[in-house]
Nanobody, 119 residues
């Protein structure tokens, strides 16, 4: 079992930046990912990272603005979000499991952290 806890969400103006963190309860060799869910919408893939941090992939909406990294010494994954837009407003979730774009690829989930971008 792996427990995941997100932090770093908040309210930011459009064009601003936030860095989210996802702390795991133990070292994991799983791929990890960020998803987000806006009110009334399905949970959507934001990006993922391989177990060793060597590879990342991003949704088109995140490319060029968001960066995922991980520090396995700290059992923590990060999501650096720049040039934020109001449409980025959502609850952001981290997940651990096999690598992929779908929620069913991941076995462990955090509780989510709210990101609100004002215009």
């Amino acid at each position: 079992q792996v427990q995941l806890v997100e932090s770093g969400g908040g309210l930011v103006q459009a064009g601003g930046s936030l860095r989210l963190s996802c702390a795991a309860s133990r070292r994991t060799f799983y791929a990890m990912a960020w998803f987000r869910q806006a009110p009334g919408k399905e949970r959507e893939f934001v990006g993922d990272i391989t177990w060793n941090g060597a590879g990342t992939s991003y949704a088109d909406s995140a490319k060029g603005r968001f960066t995922i990294s991980r520090d396995n010494a700290k059992n923590t994954m990060y999501l650096q979000m720049n040039s934020l837009k109001p449409e980025d407003t959502a609850v952001y979730f981290c997940a651990a499991g096999r690598r992929g774009f779908g929620t069913n690829e991941y076995d462990y989930w955090g509780q989510g952290t709210q990101v609100t971008v004002s215009s």
